[in-house]
């Protein structure tokens, strides 16, 4: 398959740090979606939240060494790169210019996808894409309330998903790992061990680099 017409999957975060719970999300897509480019993309300056206190270099760099053994992971570094806060319609929008002939669909979250109406040029965004929600299996959800009103059209399986240009919707259910980066955290500034939480190359540049411990505790 061309590469320019090849699907791509972008997935999107903070990846403070990365952790098992992504990559495994990652691999869940993969295998729903095994013909699409899976690029997981980091946040610099999230427009939601505190920014993190690790440097988003140091974020981008454990990403690539959690990803570096996976030819069907990429990371894309553009937010990184970018001043400024990290808007994904900017993102989706550098992405068209780049590659426009490549279909695109974004990854989130139920409580992401809830949200949608916050985001910067948010309606702009929705024709652009299609949209992967990722919720745990069995979760029950009124998404499809909250998006009653919204320029979008809901879909039951991913293939169907695939027939459409843009502004289309696929909740997916899978099994989630149940790992946070914020635990993660806690548990490095506390001296506790993180071993089979994210891969032992990230843990070990997390020790090298002394990320997430607060000096003289």
Same mark, same amino acid.
């Given at each position: 398959?061309?590469?320019?017409?090849?699907?791509?999957?972008?997935?999107?975060?903070?990846?403070?740090?990365?952790?098992?719970?992504?990559?495994?999300?990652?691999?869940?897509?993969? %295998?729903?979606?095994?013909?699409?480019?899976?690029?997981?993309?980091?946040?610099?300056?999230?427009?939601?939240?505190?920014?993190?206190?690790?440097?988003?270099?140091?974020?981008?760099?454990?990403?690539?060494?959690?990803?570096?053994?996976?030819?069907?992971?990429?990371?894309?570094?553009?937010?990184?790169?970018?001043?400024?806060?990290?808007?994904?319609?900017?993102?989706?929008?550098?992405?068209?210019?780049?590659?426009?002939?490549?279909?695109?669909?974004?990854?989130?979250?139920?409580?992401?996808?809830?949200?949608?109406?916050?985001?910067?040029?948010?309606?702009?965004?929705?024709?652009?894409? %299609?949209?992967?929600?990722?919720?745990?299996?069995?979760?029950?959800?009124?998404?499809?309330?909250?998006?009653?009103?919204?320029?979008?059209?809901?879909?039951?399986?991913?293939?169907?998903?695939?027939?459409?240009?843009?502004?289309?919707?696929?909740?997916?259910?899978?099994?989630?790992?149940?790992?946070?980066?914020?635990?993660?955290?806690?548990?490095?500034?506390?001296?506790?061990?993180?071993?089979?939480?994210?891969?032992?190359?990230?843990?070990?540049?997390?020790?090298?680099?002394?990320?997430?411990?607060?000096?003289?505790?």
């Amino acid at each position: 398959m061309s590469n320019l017409r090849q699907p791509l999957v972008v997935f999107g975060g903070t990846f403070n740090p990365v952790h098992y719970g992504h990559l495994r999300l990652a691999e869940d897509i993969h %295998n729903l979606f095994p013909e699409a480019e899976i690029r997981l993309m980091p946040c610099a300056t999230p427009p939601h939240r505190v920014a993190p206190k690790v440097s988003a270099s140091d974020r981008l760099t454990m990403l690539q060494l959690a990803t570096r053994d996976y030819a069907h992971l990429t990371v894309d570094p553009r937010e990184i790169n970018r001043s400024g806060t990290s808007y994904t319609w900017l993102s989706v929008s550098e992405i068209e210019q780049e590659e426009p002939e490549r279909p695109l669909y974004l990854v989130m979250g139920d409580d992401a996808f809830a949200g949608l109406a916050t985001w910067y040029e948010w309606q702009s965004l929705l024709g652009r894409v %299609n949209i992967i929600i990722v919720a745990r299996r069995g979760e029950s959800s009124n998404l499809r309330e909250i998006s009653s009103t919204w320029p979008i059209i809901w879909h039951d399986s991913i293939h169907a998903l695939k027939l459409q240009a843009g502004g289309g919707v696929f909740r997916y259910e899978t099994p989630l790992l149940d790992i946070s980066s914020s635990y993660i955290r806690e548990q490095i500034e506390h001296r506790h061990s993180c071993r089979f939480l994210l891969p032992d190359v990230v843990l070990e540049y997390i020790s090298a680099n002394g990320l997430y411990i607060t000096q003289g505790k």
